[in-house]
């Protein structure tokens, strides 16, 4: 890990979980947010634990952009429509076919997947501007295709869906995200931690020396793009049988925005930085009650900012305040 | 088939404004080596200026002086945010500029895009119509969409004067071809920069300001033009103003003949359509040149 920070990660310590930190600590680490997420519901109102849901939401969907933005530096901007479409896949296969919830889900995730491995292969021999920009019509074109389709998606009136757990209490499904989330973090420190997240941070930082090191570039760009498309597509899938409603504002281009907010915010391509990002940007909204509009312009103008004066985020912060409490090793 | 002539118009006008779009995105990618997100954003803001000019101060019949206006405004924002917040990402600090233009572009577009729901409301303005229906050798059109594709080949005129007729223009091609090369001659490559930042963005203000009475003015009305000028940009070749010109035409046109022989329903996934199509057969666009690596 250590060997393997580079020239662009200088500002930005990847604070993966195999960093040079003791066990101990580590494990230390890793308790204190999993207590909180497990044991705050409980002092929360039943609005405050869907908020902490929605939170949970942007969380895993901002793990998994992070993945393809942030560690191998392609930009997708679809993440908001590999959800939703594996929100309507699933509803879709249990409305339609019969399905029971939990195989809908799967065949969600799996829509999901499949389209992004068709954009990835289309796009991804490219320069990276070619999958931004197809990502970006793909998103647009499948939001008019909902809309557009309103016999079949019931367009702007919403399509009722079967609820993953039979009920809207959002304490039971609070638990379900935060182990979709546990499972996201997982699955990312996996695969960061392996020789494939070595390949993808060496062809972020130089394609062409990865490709001259025998590294097959577009096999590993596919690989994680279409990954992280599934990962989107599963917590939609999930999200919206929770919510039991889907529309087509659900892939609005605002939601792709709060997705890279939340990552920005937290700290870009730093382990836990889209988790503290969704929940810091979600909860200061709600609590300071602010409406949609006034949100996403502090948001907007705080992202500007950050990237002006700080690009390593919240997360970037907390490490370096931790290495003056002399917490963590100097990197 | 007595219908194909009205089909090719409606296509071929729709073309000339999509193609202001591309152009504008085109150009500030072929100085900047970036993608305007925000694109969408500042044809909103030609929408909204271009709506409030000619109901409160210059009134309807006063249409074709709102165009320029509403652009002379957007170019300054325009040179104004280069400035401010693009130029640096040239500066000796800065790595991964790819990833700070689209993060902040990104940001400036949303930031845009609900600073105007806060103060012009989620409202529909519709601005009065340009020139009443027009008949001609057996077509007849809406005179708005006329009006405004006339004054998209007239702008577009302008530009290609710029282009290839200044020495302005001759140092934008120079600077797009080869920055260091341009800057060894004298040309202050920065300051080009902000000029076609500023440009760029006052062509998506003219599709915007041009197409008010048609497209209506609210907050959110630059994201199908957007969507195609990107569309537009890959199909002709990315870099290529000449592909992005032929790339527009050809997409006013599959549109055209799409909504009549198909469904007029899906007008908007045509684009995607054609452009998957185009990077399936020819990922290098129509004018571009194959990628080249070491």
Redesign the interface.
């Known amino acids: 890990m250590g060997k393997l920070r580079q020239?662009?990660a200088a500002s930005a310590p990847a604070a993966a979980p195999t960093g040079r930190l003791g066990r101990a600590v580590r494990r230390g680490w890793v308790i204190l947010p999993a207590g909180l997420a497990l044991a705050v519901p409980l002092f929360l109102s039943a609005y405050g634990v869907h908020v902490g849901i929605v939170a949970l939401y942007y969380a895993v969907l901002g793990i998994s952009w992070n993945l393809v933005?942030g560690y191998t530096?392609q930009?997708s901007?679809a993440h908001h429509a590999f959800a939703g479409l594996g929100a309507y896949a699933s509803a879709g296969a249990v409305l339609a076919l019969g399905f029971p919830v939990w195989a809908g889900i799967l065949a969600g995730t799996l829509a999901a997947a499949l389209s992004g491995y068709l954009l990835g292969s289309?796009?991804l021999?490219?320069?990276?501007?070619?999958l931004?920009?197809?990502t970006?019509?793909?998103a647009?074109?499948f939001r008019?295709?909902l809309s557009?389709n309103y016999q079949v998606t019931r367009g702007d009136m919403g399509l009722t869906v079967p609820l993953l757990l039979g009920t809207l209490d959002p304490l039971p499904n609070y638990y379900v995200f935060v182990g979709l989330t546990a499972g996201t973090l997982l699955l990312a420190a996996a695969v960061l931690g392996s020789k494939v997240g070595l390949r993808i941070r060496a062809i972020r930082d130089d394609e062409?020396a990865a490709a001259v090191r025998g590294i097959d570039v577009v096999r590993w760009k596919k690989f994680i793009f279409t990954l992280s498309a599934a990962v989107a597509g599963l917590a939609g899938a999930v999200y919206g049988h929770y919510i039991g409603l889907l529309a087509p504002s659900q892939v609005r281009?605002?939601e792709?925005?709060f997705i890279?907010?939340a990552v920005?915010l937290g700290g870009?391509r730093s382990f836990w930085g889209p988790v503290v990002g969704a929940v810091v940007a979600e909860g200061l909204a709600e609590a300071l009650r602010l409406s949609?509009?006034?949100r996403?312009?502090l948001?907007?103008?705080f992202?500007?900012l950050l990237?002006?004066a700080y690009p390593a985020g919240l997360v970037g912060l907390l490490s370096a305040l931790g290495r003056r409490l002399g917490l963590r090793p100097r990197p | 088939m007595g219908q194909l002539p009205q089909v090719v118009a409606a296509g071929l006008m729709m073309g000339a404004l999509y193609a202001l779009m591309a152009v504008g995105i085109t150009f500030i990618y072929s100085l900047m080596k970036m993608?305007n997100?925000a694109m969408g954003e500042f044809y909103m803001l030609g929408s909204y200026a271009q709506f409030v000019l000619i109901t409160l101060v210059l009134g309807p019949s006063l249409w074709f002086l709102g165009v320029p206006l509403s652009m002379v405004g957007v170019f300054l924002l325009g040179l104004a945010i280069q400035k401010g917040?693009l130029a640096?990402m040239f500066g000796p600090e800065a790595?991964?500029r790819?990833?700070?233009a689209?993060?902040?572009t990104?940001?400036?577009?949303?930031?845009m895009?609900?600073?105007a729901?806060?103060l012009a409301g989620p409202y529909q303005w519709s601005p009065p119509e340009y020139l009443p229906l027009v008949t001609a050798g057996g077509i007849s059109v809406n005179g708005s969409r006329l009006a405004a594709a006339a004054g998209a080949l007239v702008l577009l005129g302008a530009f290609y004067f710029l282009v290839r007729r200044t020495w302005l223009g001759l140092a934008f091609l120079g600077a797009a071809q080869n920055r260091v090369g341009a800057e060894v001659a004298g040309i202050d490559v920065r300051r080009l920069d902000g000029l076609a930042f500023g440009i760029g963005v006052a062509l998506a203000a003219a599709a915007g300001a041009l197409l008010a009475p048609v497209f209506l003015v609210y907050p959110t009305n630059g994201?199908?033009s957007t969507?195609k000028g990107?569309?537009i940009?890959?199909i002709g070749g990315?870099g290529s103003l000449t592909g992005s010109v032929v790339a527009a035409f050809l997409l006013g046109l599959v549109e055209s003949f799409g909504s009549v022989f198909i469904s007029p329903?899906?007008q908007?996934?045509y684009?995607?359509v054609f452009?998957?199509a185009m990077?399936?057969l020819r990922?290098q666009g129509i004018f571009g040149e194959r990628?080249r690596?070491?």
Do not use: H, K
């Open positions: 020239v662009g933005a530096g930009f901007l289309l796009t021999r490219m320069r990276g501007i070619y931004a920009i197809t970006w019509a793909f647009e074109s008019i295709l557009v062409e281009f605002t792709m925005a890279i907010i920005v870009f949609g509009e006034v996403m312009v948001f907007g103008l992202v500007i990237m002006r | 993608i997100w917040l640096p790595d991964r790819d990833e700070y689209t993060i902040v990104i940001a400036l577009s949303v930031l895009q609900n600073l729901t806060i994201a199908v969507v990107f569309e940009i890959v990315l329903a899906y908007d996934l684009g995607f452009l998957i990077l399936f990922p990628e690596r070491v």
